[in-house]
């Protein structure tokens, strides 16, 4: 069965997002020993307050892992709705100051207390050329720390490095208003 609304909806199915996530059983995605996912989420936003709700409902999915930190990808073409998608997590997590792509500074780290999440610390991997560039930004304890919440823009630019674990986003430009953005649920 597929749907498709725009916000007010969503598109559900059994619809493979990467080439690691596995069918297995009725309705069920795998995407390794640890994390099974149902019912992956599509979903059409035309506008910022219709990214702001596809955001808080992504962020239900959203549970601290125990001892390391949680990892969320965000794949997309330039402009297709990544920062904005970001910037409407941190309003929802209470981040007052503007937030802006870290495409410069590699990394943003905004306080925060959601959950049992402290930080919310935003990556932008799009002019990094090899994964030591992350190392050196201290990445290794950074993902150590089961008080981030991390969300990494270009996360395909440092493949090696993002724990298998890692929820992923998707972003697609449909035209100049709408954005498709899904995740596994």
């Not at 495409?103 to 780290?109: A, G, L, P, R």
Request: charged content about 25%; aromatic content about 10%; hydrophobic content about 35%.
């Amino acid at each position: 069965m597929d749907h498709q609304q725009s916000i007010n909806g969503w598109r559900g199915g059994a619809v493979a997002l990467s080439e690691v996530t596995l069918r297995r059983g009725v309705g069920r995605l795998v995407r390794s020993t640890l994390f099974c996912y149902t019912n992956p989420m599509k979903y059409l936003s035309k506008s910022p307050e219709e990214t702001n709700k596809i955001a808080k409902n992504f962020l239900e999915t959203i549970q601290p892992r125990g001892l390391t930190s949680v990892v969320v990808a965000l794949q997309g073409e330039l402009g297709a709705g990544k920062t904005a998608f970001t910037q409407e997590v941190g309003r929802i997590l209470g981040v007052t100051e503007n937030m802006h792509s870290p495409t410069f500074v590699i990394e943003k780290i905004y306080k925060i207390d959601w959950r049992k999440f402290k930080n919310l610390i935003h990556i932008d991997a799009y002019r990094l050329e090899k994964e030591s560039e992350l190392l050196h930004i201290g990445w290794k304890e950074i993902i150590k720390e089961k008080e981030n919440l991390i969300l990494i823009e270009w996360p395909e630019n440092v493949p090696g490095i993002i724990p298998e674990g890692a929820r992923r986003i998707y972003f697609k430009f449909v035209d100049e208003t709408t954005r498709e953005i899904s995740y596994e649920s």
